[in-house]
T-cell receptor
Framework: DAMVIQNPRYQVTQFGKPVTLSCSQT?????MYWYQQKSSQAPKLLFHYYDKDFNNEADTPDNFQSRRPNTSFCFLDIRSPGLGDAAMYLC???????????FGSGTQLSVL | RKEVEQDPGPFNVPEGATVAFNCTYSNSASQSFFWYRQDCRKEPKLLMSVYSSGNEDGRFTAQLNRASQYISLLIRDSKLSDSATYLCVVNILGSARQLTFGSGTQLTVLP
């Protein structure tokens, strides 16, 4: 059974139209992460939560926001998607050692 | 210099071959190391951790060389199902926030 679930699997949006990606987890992990991965590139950390404490990476654009209403759910909001935001968005959680990541299956975002 | 560097490949090998990938890292303070496997358009999955003494899991062997700051992954008796991208991941300070991913090495095993 999937432990980190991302919806939808594929998302198409229009240039400038806000979009929200969702992630849920059944592992009860404290830490949740959002990564952006473009083709043939390494996953890039956008931000992470430790419980409700939000940690933004310095180079994450303001266009990207996140919400974590409770332990199980985390959302990625892209306020005004540009063509350059087309990518795979990966949600992950970390266990007790905070080292090994459990990834969701990702959301492939296309921007038209 | 990138923090974690991998030969992007692609490596195209026949079934049954032995193939090795290297990964170099720039921060000598790095504490732990991992290999992840990522299939096309799927999420990365942990393949194995890399320990100082080296470790083996079936056909897969991982090695760490701290002096030269590289890790390696050896795959013996390659299977078609081994075709994937292999990501080298380095952890500097022991929290997942400090995980740094390489861009991956693409492997295709040919029949």
């Amino acid at each position: 059974d999937a432990m980190v679930i991302q919806n939808p699997r594929y998302q198409v949006t229009q240039f400038g139209k806000p979009v929200t990606l969702s992630c849920s987890q059944t592992l009860n992990h404290n830490v949740m992460y959002w990564y952006q991965q473009k083709s043939s590139q390494a996953p890039k950390l956008l931000f992470h939560y430790y419980d409700k404490d939000f940690n933004n990476e310095a180079d994450t654009p303001d266009n990207f926001q996140s919400r974590r209403p409770n332990t199980s759910f985390c959302f990625l909001d892209i306020r005004s998607p540009g063509l350059g935001d087309a990518a795979m968005y990966l949600c992950a959680t970390a266990g007790a050692t905070n080292e090994k990541l459990f990834f969701g299956s990702g959301t492939q975002l296309s921007v038209l | 210099r990138k923090e974690v560097e991998q030969d992007p490949g692609p490596f195209n090998v026949p079934e049954g071959a032995t193939v090795a990938f290297n990964c170099t890292y720039s921060n000598s303070a790095s504490q732990s190391f991992f290999w992840y496997r990522q299939d096309c358009r799927k999420e990365p999955k942990l393949l194995m951790s890399v320990y100082s003494s080296g470790n083996e899991d079936g056909r897969f062997t991982a090695q760490l060389n701290r002096a030269s700051q590289y890790i390696s992954l050896l795959i013996r008796d390659s299977k078609l199902s081994d075709s994937a991208t292999y990501l080298c991941v380095v952890n500097i300070l022991g929290s997942a926030r400090q995980l740094t991913f390489g861009s991956g090495t693409q492997l295709t095993v040919l029949p």
